[in-house]
Nanobody
Framework: QVHPVESGGGLVQAGGSLRLACTLS????????MGWFRQGPGKERAFVAS????????NYADSVQGRFTISRVNTKNTVYLQMNSLKPEDTAVYYC??????????????????WGQGTQVTVSS
C-alpha cells in the first residue's frame, strides 16, 4: 500500500501564500501520478491540480489556474502545491491522492487509489 501524508496547512491572510507538501510512505517503488483535491465547508470534494508521474504534464482547475502550482521531487517521494494569492474561497481541507494510472487529466476522484487524511487551509479576509 501507498500512504500519502499531507503537511503545510494553516491559517493565512487573503493574498498570502502557502505551500503544501504530500509525501508518500509505504510501498513507494514504482511510478504514481498525483493529484490535489479540496473540500470546503458544506461542499463536495473538488479537483484542484494533478501531475504526471515524471512531472511532464500538469492540470489545474479553472478556479486556481494562474495562482497554484503543482510540482514534484521524485527522489523525495514528495509532491507540492504552491498556493499564491489565496482567497477566502480557497478555505478547505486539502487532500493528496496517488494513482498508478497515466491517462490525463486525472481530475476525477475515482481515478485515484490512495488518499491522505487531509490538511486544513484557512484563508481569512
Amino acid at each position: 500500500q501507498v500512504h500519502p501524508v499531507e503537511s503545510g496547512g494553516g491559517l493565512v491572510q487573503a493574498g498570502g501564500s502557502l505551500r503544501l507538501a504530500c509525501t508518500l510512505s509505504g510501498r513507494t517503488v514504482g511510478s504514481y501520478a498525483m493529484g490535489w483535491f479540496r473540500q470546503g465547508p458544506g461542499k463536495e470534494r473538488a479537483f484542484v491540480a494533478s501531475i504526471s508521474w515524471n512531472g511532464g504534464r500538469t492540470n489545474y482547475a479553472d478556479s486556481v489556474q494562474g495562482r497554484f502550482t503543482i510540482s514534484r521531487v521524485n527522489t523525495k517521494n514528495t509532491v507540492y502545491l504552491q498556493m499564491n494569492s489565496l482567497k477566502p474561497e480557497d478555505t478547505a481541507v486539502y487532500y493528496c491522492a496517488a494513482t498508478g494510472g497515466t491517462w490525463f487529466p486525472l481530475q476525477q476522484e475515482h481515478e485515484y487509489d490512495y488518499w491522505g487524511q487531509g490538511t486544513q487551509v484557512t484563508v481569512s479576509s
